[in-house]
């Protein structure tokens, strides 16, 4: 597959997307309200009005949402993948969702308010990272393995303070919102929200697939990448804090949503290769695609809608089990 | 951005180092231009590879100045270091399967730059290398699943396309079969011919004085020898630097041969 199919089949799954749901649309419908926006196309106004309620009001919010989640997620599983050496590491190695999930279940503990939360989630996801970062470095520079067990250690910390979140909280009212907010769901994000992270996430992964090449010279070992004249450090605490801060903020917009930033990299490999400024394109393309799919299918496949940390986990684990098949080799 | 010199030069003046209380290397002075192969010989653990990171500018010496082109290698960025001496490590394996063409044209970064995607001229000088180490069939094939001779190949080329005119190779025969050894030398020589310098490090003085133009000997941290291979290589010394005898002797050729001295008569040569 070629990475210039990507945005094709991201276009065609939104187009899906918005079609589907409790009141479906044939594609004819949205390309003639798209036609009528751009005044090509005539509809009577009371059709139009239908149609721009259901798209632009309900729909696109959420398909904005779960594209630039689905993207900044992988993107930064894949960064951090590269950064590790580690074909098996998540956005959440240094204890980012940790961290999020402490400072959401604080936020729902303390305000309840939906913005109040997510900047808590945000903020305790940074946070966590600097801890995990910090005790690192606390011995003397920090190498690769002392950065994964100061990001284990950072998100064990952050867990237990959640359970004692948890413990504290109203069993009726504030434990259920957290359980919920663990699962993730798209349910809450509003386009002003939209609008205020979206530039942050999309220069995030375009910053980070600026930093294809000197990644490929990473992932080669430390010493190698400093001998093709590449700045190692700076490099790679750039990356991680970029990373960071795109998959705390798609936390902080939907909870915990797991499998996307392992699986999608993964996949965007088999199909285009290792070379990172092809890749964290490809999984930034390939991640929104994939979550906006299990959105719908959130949304779709029964009258209630089902969280879509558990849609992404239960469609995400076939897939890795697909993966682990044809990769075994490359891993070896 | 500073030019490279016509004479290319890297050398080490005095070098101390330590690994917490032990010392690893005890006033070290070595250098090496074009036009040479400077093999380095040492017993497991004798610093070599201490040496080639302080020289690559990996560590700092403790005491002591490494000097690239006559400047101090500090006054250089990564990116000059870069275009001047290139590192060729052993085979190792990559967690990614990049193709062999990807791992080669991560050599063009020093060039091109962090950010600047590579030209067809890259791919040109990619190409050329490739052809020219004889592994153009594997320019495709993931890095990954070729063997250990084809993968320090790979790196050789990867060396080469920095346009680097010093190379330091550590220990590059390690675990390569019997044609890739020879290949690896008759490459090492070509490259000498041409104007490369290389410094090599290796556990077999056979394979030294087939190439090399000088040796050197690191022993307990110290220089114990350097100067031409016929001068450096003797029994004696060879025997106190591993540990085990061997015959010293120079074939109809003119060219110093080692033998291992097995049996009975190791234990004679040994008491």
């Known amino acids: 597959?070629?990475?210039?199919?990507?945005?094709?089949?991201?276009?065609?799954?939104?187009?899906?997307?918005?079609?589907?749901?409790?009141?479906?649309?044939?594609?004819?419908?949205?390309?003639?309200?798209?036609?009528?926006?751009?005044?090509?196309?005539?509809?009577?106004?009371?059709?139009?009005?239908?149609?721009?309620?259901?798209?632009?009001?309900?729909?696109?919010?959420?398909?904005?949402?779960?594209?630039?989640?689905?993207?900044?997620?992988?993107?930064?599983?894949?960064?951090?993948?590269?950064?590790?050496?580690?074909?098996?590491v998540s956005p959440g190695i240094l204890g980012v969702l940790g961290g999020a999930g402490f400072g959401a279940a604080l936020g729902i503990l303390y305000s309840g308010d939906f913005l109040t939360i997510q900047i808590s989630a945000f903020a305790m996801g940074l946070v966590a990272v600097g801890v995990g970062v910090l005790i690192a470095n606390l011995f003397g520079a920090a190498s690769m393995v002392t950065l994964v067990l100061g990001g284990m250690i950072s998100g064990a910390l952050f867990a237990s303070a959640l359970s004692l979140v948890k413990y504290a909280a109203d069993p009726y009212d504030q434990l259920p919102a957290i359980v919920y907010w663990m699962m993730g769901s798209l349910g809450a994000v509003d386009l002003k929200q939209l609008k205020g992270a979206a530039p942050a996430i999309l220069i995030g992964v375009g910053a980070l697939t600026l930093a294809g090449r000197a990644l490929d010279a990473l992932?080669?070992?430390?010493?190698?990448?400093?001998?093709?004249?590449?700045?190692?450090?700076?490099?790679?605490?750039?990356?991680?804090?970029?990373?960071?801060?795109?998959?705390?903020?798609?936390?902080?917009?939907?909870?915990?949503?797991?499998?996307?930033?392992?699986?999608?990299?993964?996949?965007?490999?088999?199909?285009?290769?290792?070379?990172?400024?092809?890749?964290?394109?490809?999984?930034?393309?390939?991640?929104?695609?994939?979550?906006?799919?299990?959105?719908?299918?959130?949304?779709?496949?029964?009258?209630?809608?089902?969280?879509?940390?558990v849609v992404t986990e239960l469609l995400g684990i076939p897939v890795f089990v697909l993966v682990l098949g044809r990769a075994r080799r490359a891993w070896a | 951005m500073r030019e490279p010199s016509p004479r290319p030069r890297l050398e080490g003046l005095d070098l101390h180092f330590s690994r917490g209380k032990r010392s690893v290397l005890e006033g070290v002075t070595l250098g090496f231009g074009a036009g040479e192969i400077l093999a380095l010989l040492g017993a497991n653990g004798a610093g070599k590879s201490t040496?080639?990171?302080?020289?690559?500018?990996?560590?700092?010496?403790?005491?002591?100045?490494?000097?690239?082109?006559?400047?101090?290698?500090?006054?250089?960025?990564?990116?000059?270091?870069a275009r001047r001496v290139a590192y060729v490590p052993q085979g190792h394996v990559t967690p990614f399967p990049y193709t062999v063409r990807e791992v080669v044209m991560l050599g063009r970064l020093p060039e091109t730059g962090l950010l600047r995607a590579p030209r067809a001229q890259d791919r040109e000088i990619v190409e050329g290398i490739i052809a020219r180490l004889g592994i153009e069939r594997l320019?495709?094939?993931?890095?990954?699943?070729?063997?250990?001779?084809?993968?320090?190949?790979?790196?050789?080329?990867?060396?080469?396309?920095?346009?680097?005119?010093?190379?330091?190779?550590?220990?590059?025969?390690?675990?390569?079969?019997?044609?890739?050894?020879?290949?690896?030398?008759?490459?090492?020589?070509?490259?000498?011919?041409?104007g490369h310098g290389v410094l090599v490090s290796t556990h077999h003085p056979e394979h030294a004085m087939q190439i090399a133009t000088r040796i050197a000997i690191l022993h307990e941290g110290r220089i114990e020898a350097d100067g031409p291979p016929q001068a450096v290589v003797t029994a004696e010394r060879m025997r106190r630097l591993y540990g085990v005898a061997v015959e010293v002797f120079d074939d109809p050729f003119g060219a110093r041969r080692l033998a291992p001295v097995v049996g009975r008569a190791t234990s004679e040569a040994d008491r």
């Open chain 2, 51 to 81: 040496l080639f990171r302080l020289l690559l500018g990996f560590l700092s010496a403790k005491r002591g100045e490494v000097r690239l082109d006559g400047a101090p290698l500090s006054s250089f960025s990564r990116r000059e270091i």
């Open chain 1, 1 to 88: 597959m070629r990475l210039a199919l990507l945005p094709f089949l991201l276009l065609a799954v939104v187009l899906v997307a918005l079609s589907v749901g409790r009141y479906p649309l044939a594609p004819s419908d949205i390309l003639g309200f798209l036609g009528a926006c751009l005044g090509l196309v005539d509809l009577p106004p009371e059709r139009f009005d239908l149609l721009r309620n259901l798209i632009v009001e309900i729909r696109l919010p959420r398909v904005l949402a779960a594209g630039l989640i689905g993207a900044s997620l992988s993107a930064s599983g894949a960064s951090f993948q590269a950064v590790f050496r580690n074909p098996l």
């Open chain 1, 219 to 309: 992932s080669m070992g430390d010493d190698e990448a400093r001998s093709l004249g590449v700045p190692v450090q700076a490099t790679r605490y750039g990356v991680i804090a970029t990373a960071t801060l795109v998959s705390s903020l798609s936390v902080s917009l939907a909870g915990m949503i797991g499998w996307v930033g392992l699986v999608v990299p993964h996949v965007a490999r088999l199909a285009i290769g290792p070379t990172n400024s092809k890749l964290l394109p490809a999984s930034a393309l390939l991640g929104a695609s994939f979550l906006i799919a299990a959105d719908s299918v959130a949304r779709n496949i029964t009258r209630a809608e089902i969280p879509i940390g």
């Open chain 2, 139 to 194: 320019i495709d094939r993931p890095y990954t699943e070729i063997s250990g001779g084809e993968r320090q190949l790979t790196l050789i080329a990867r060396a080469l396309a920095q346009g680097a005119r010093l190379l330091v190779m550590d220990e590059p025969a390690t675990g390569l079969d019997y044609g890739y050894q020879l290949r690896l030398m008759r490459h090492l020589s070509d490259l000498c011919a041409e």
